[in-house]
């Protein structure tokens, strides 16, 4: 898992591409943890950024 940040500020919600697992973003959570294999496709967006590293 990483953590990944969003950075604009109006809620919303991803599904993961590889994973299928869902993803809940907003101004007030802007830090999720997210499976690794789904993070390079939120990463390649400029609504997203790494946060930091989790195990």
């Known amino acids: 898992m990483v953590e990944v940040e969003?950075?604009?500020q109006?809620?919303?919600?991803v599904?993961?591409?590889v994973t299928g697992a869902t993803y809940?973003?907003?101004?007030a959570?802007?830090?999720?943890?997210v499976y690794r294999r789904?993070?390079?496709?939120?990463?390649a967006t400029?609504?997203?950024r790494l946060a930091g590293?989790?195990?």
Do not use: E, T, W
Request: aromatic share 10%; no cysteine.
């Open 6 to 8: 969003y950075l604009a």
């Open 10 to 13: 109006s809620p919303v919600v």
């Open 15 to 17: 599904r993961g591409p």
């Open 24 to 27: 809940q973003f907003s101004a």
């Open 29 to 33: 959570a802007p830090i999720q943890r």
């Open 38 to 43: 789904d993070s390079s496709a939120l990463l």
């Open 46 to 48: 400029r609504h997203f």
């Open 53 to 55: 590293r989790m195990a």
